[in-house]
């Protein structure tokens, strides 16, 4: 069975540019998550989606990120304009239906804003 | 406001010894506390999980304590292996799908 993957593995990008982020969750996974790590600190959640609906976003820095879950399957991160502070690790995970079931992670994409 | 913390950046040990891991929590309302494994340039990967109703669970080398009265949980990772070497992660939640990490303690064993 595939894992979750995320794609790109890496983007550097200039500060004011936009960059989208993808990730295909584990087929049969409704919920599909958002977490970023920066610069070595605790990893920190985004948002959660089930199927298509987003469920909790509170972790959304702000109105620069855009997250889609299209059809409920493959979901994007769109981050616009970038600024410094977004640099980090991106991870995408996925679960089956209850919250105590396992949460998958991707390998993560690193984002590189100059 | 970080709900969940580890103290602790490193850790080395000796290949076959024991490994402790700590891991503190300030939000008495979580209910559902894991570890997490992360090589380098990989995500992060489910170890052990452990609920609030229980206060030990093991799974082979790895057990997990959780003292909810301390608000504390610790990862005994024994023998302790070379592939044992990377960055374990605490997690938490309470009744929600929604994560709350420490920022993780790097484990090296020695050989």
């Known amino acids: 069975e595939a894992g979750v993957t995320q794609f790109p593995s890496h983007s550097v990008i200039e500060k004011g540019q936009t960059v989208t982020l993808r990730c295909d969750p584990i087929?049969?996974?409704?919920?599909l998550y958002w977490y970023r790590r920066v610069m070595g600190k605790e990893i920190k959640f985004l948002l959660h989606?089930?199927?298509?609906?987003?469920?909790?976003e509170s972790g959304m820095p702000n109105n620069r990120f855009l997250a889609e879950r299209t059809g409920g399957t493959y979901s994007t991160l769109k981050v616009q304009p970038a600024e410094l502070e977004d640099s980090g690790v991106y991870f995408c995970?996925?679960?089956?239906?209850?919250?105590?079931?396992?949460?998958?992670f991707g390998p993560g994409t690193r984002l590189t804003v100059l | 406001d970080q709900q969940v913390k580890q103290n602790s950046p490193s850790l080395s040990v000796q290949e076959g010894r024991i490994s402790i891991l700590n891991c503190d929590y300030t939000?008495?309302?979580?209910?559902?506390f894991l570890w997490y494994k992360k090589y380098p340039a990989e995500g992060p990967t489910f170890l052990i999980s452990?609920?609030?109703?229980?206060d030990k669970n093991e799974d082979g080398r790895f057990t997990v304590f959780l003292n909810k009265s301390a608000k504390h949980l610790s990862l005994h990772i024994v023998p302790s292996q070379p592939g044992d070497s990377a960055v374990y992660f605490c997690?938490?939640?309470?009744?929600?799908?929604?994560?709350?990490f420490g920022a993780g303690t790097t484990v090296t064993v020695r050989a």
């Open positions: 995970a996925s679960s089956q239906a209850r919250h105590t079931d396992t949460q998958y």
């Open positions: 087929s049969g996974h409704d919920n």
């Open positions: 989606f089930v199927k298509e609906s987003k469920q909790d």
């Open positions: 939000n008495s309302m979580f209910d559902y």
């Open positions: 452990i609920s609030s109703i229980k």
């Open positions: 997690a938490a939640s309470f009744n929600d799908y929604k994560l709350s």
